[in-house]
Structures are given as structure tokens and as C-alpha cells.
């Protein structure tokens, strides 16, 4: 990740891998390409027209190596300024629905957490210490934990830039309202980064931007997570 101009670079550096291995190939195509123009000139000449030939060659390749990366920057400068947490009202609660986490949740004073799972609607809570399962025929919860995790931007603006988008959302399941959110967007690899880590089988995980506690956009641990968006919208 490189700031220039006010423009982030979201690349693990296949570009600048690339420009590296081409230099040398440009530089003899340019000798031979200029040879019949400047055979029997002075050597300093011949050096400026070859290397000037050789830069422009290798500004195009990084134009068409980091183009995209380019406009996923822009993008992503556009986008992660709408990310964060929201919190639209708050409700007294002491369990919810969508999550089966309950030695996480109980540190946040939860007494239970529901969810579906394999086809079974299950109850979970921490008695004496260990994790009890039960298996219900209703869920008691009032409010619900959704995950959507999509390419909303793509669907809206087909011809523009897409970031794939993770928003989760607590919903009143009386009335369907939205009691608040976090949003979330990945900031995705260009085109040459993509073929690298396809080709080598690298892991290289991309940047998700987010916002911390200060309301700054930031792609590093520091920003808000779940339990931000549960113990916001849920007192106990």
C-alpha cells in the first residue's frame, strides 16, 4: 500500500516486479529499434534517445500495470468515507438472534444468543462455566444480527469501479427496523496482483477499510467491529 498525490495504491507489488524484469528487454528492443537513426552518432546521443525510448515504453507498462489500481484508489478514497458504524436507536436486550458465539458474547453481558443451525433452531448459553445447547421450537430474541455481503456497488453501477461491500445490521424482528449498522468495504487487487497470486498461490489478504473509534477511515485492526455495533445497540 503506497500514498502518491492523495491517491492509495492497494498492491502487493507485482507492478513494480514487472517494470523491474522489463526494463532490461525494453532497453535492448529500443537499441534495436533506434539503431538505423542513430548508428555513428555520439555515444551520448545514442544513450539519450534509447533511454528516452526505454522510459516511455516502461511508462506505458505502468500505465496498463496499474491502471486499474488507480481507479480502485479513487474508488476506495470515494467509498470508505460512507463505511462505519450507525446507530439508528438502541434497545434493552440481553440476547439475540444470528450468532452462536456464546463464550464471546457472555463477556459482553449477553445471557444467550440464538441461531439456525444445520436446520435446527438452537439456543445457546454458558452454564457453570460450559456452553449448553438447546434446541427450541421458538427463538426468544427480539432483535436479529444480519450479515449481507455482497457486490452492491457493481449491481447499481455496472460500468464503475465495484468494492465489495459487508454490512452488518441489527433489526427489530416486531417492526423490521434497522437499529443500527457497520459497513465495511474490501478493497480488491488489480488485474496483475490477481494473476501473481493466482499463478504463485501466494495468500495475500486484501485491505478492508472501516472507520475506528475516532470516526477515521483506516484499513488496520483499528477499526470498529462487531461487538462495537452489538453493545452500541444493545444495552444491558
Given at each position: 500500500?503506497?500514498?502518491?498525490?492523495?491517491?492509495?495504491?492497494y498492491?502487493?507489488g507485482?507492478?513494480?516486479?514487472?517494470?523491474?524484469?522489463?526494463a532490461?528487454?525494453?532497453?535492448g528492443?529500443?537499441r534495436?529499434?533506434l539503431?538505423?537513426?542513430?548508428?555513428?552518432?555520439?555515444?551520448?546521443?545514442?544513450?539519450?534517445?534509447?533511454?528516452?525510448?526505454?522510459?516511455?515504453?516502461?511508462?506505458?507498462?505502468?500505465?496498463?500495470?496499474?491502471?486499474?489500481v488507480?481507479?480502485?484508489?479513487?474508488?476506495?478514497?470515494?467509498?470508505?468515507?460512507q463505511t462505519?458504524?450507525?446507530?439508528?436507536?438502541?434497545?434493552?436486550s440481553?440476547?439475540f438472534?444470528?450468532?452462536?458465539?456464546?463464550?464471546?458474547?457472555s463477556?459482553?453481558?449477553?445471557?444467550?444468543?440464538e441461531?439456525?443451525?444445520?436446520?435446527?433452531?438452537?439456543r445457546?448459553s454458558?452454564?457453570?462455566?460450559?456452553?449448553?445447547?438447546?434446541?427450541?421450537?421458538?427463538f426468544?430474541?427480539?432483535v436479529?444480527?444480519?450479515?449481507?455481503?455482497n457486490d452492491?456497488e457493481?449491481?447499481?453501477?455496472p460500468?464503475?469501479?465495484?468494492?465489495p461491500v459487508?454490512?452488518?445490521?441489527i433489526?427489530?424482528?416486531?417492526?423490521?427496523?434497522?437499529?443500527?449498522?457497520?459497513?465495511?468495504y474490501?478493497?480488491?487487487?488489480?488485474?496483475?496482483?490477481r494473476?501473481?497470486?493466482?499463478?504463485?498461490?501466494i495468500?495475500?489478504t486484501?485491505?478492508?477499510?472501516?472507520?475506528?473509534?475516532?470516526?477515521?477511515?483506516?484499513?488496520?485492526?483499528?477499526?470498529?467491529?462487531?461487538?462495537a455495533?452489538?453493545?452500541?445497540?444493545?444495552?444491558?
Amino acid at each position: 500500500m503506497v500514498t502518491l498525490f492523495g491517491t492509495t495504491y492497494y498492491t502487493i507489488g507485482t507492478g513494480l516486479l514487472v517494470l523491474a524484469l522489463l526494463a532490461p528487454l525494453l532497453w535492448g528492443f529500443a537499441r534495436w529499434a533506434l539503431r538505423p537513426n542513430v548508428e555513428g552518432k555520439p555515444r551520448r546521443t545514442r544513450l539519450l534517445a534509447e533511454g528516452g525510448l526505454t522510459a516511455g515504453l516502461l511508462l506505458l507498462a505502468a500505465v496498463g500495470l496499474y491502471w486499474d489500481v488507480y481507479l480502485i484508489g479513487q474508488r476506495a478514497k470515494e467509498l470508505c468515507e460512507q463505511t462505519g458504524l450507525v446507530v439508528y436507536g438502541t434497545t434493552p436486550s440481553r440476547s439475540f438472534l444470528g450468532s452462536s458465539d456464546i463464550p464471546y458474547w457472555s463477556n459482553y453481558g449477553f445471557d444467550f444468543v440464538e441461531d439456525t443451525v444445520s436446520g435446527r433452531q438452537l439456543r445457546f448459553s454458558i452454564d457453570n462455566g460450559q456452553e449448553v445447547r438447546t434446541e427450541v421450537d421458538m427463538f426468544l430474541s427480539r432483535v436479529q444480527l444480519i450479515t449481507e455481503t455482497n457486490d452492491l456497488e457493481l449491481a447499481k453501477n455496472p460500468k464503475r469501479v465495484a468494492l465489495p461491500v459487508h454490512v452488518d445490521k441489527i433489526i427489530d424482528r416486531e417492526n423490521g427496523s434497522v437499529l443500527g449498522k457497520l459497513t465495511e468495504y474490501t478493497i480488491r487487487w488489480g488485474w496483475a496482483d490477481r494473476t501473481l497470486i493466482a499463478l504463485s498461490g501466494i495468500v495475500a489478504t486484501p485491505r478492508v477499510c472501516g472507520k475506528n473509534t475516532s470516526g477515521a477511515v483506516t484499513t488496520d485492526d483499528g477499526r470498529l467491529g462487531l461487538e462495537a455495533l452489538v453493545t452500541s445497540v444493545l444495552t444491558r
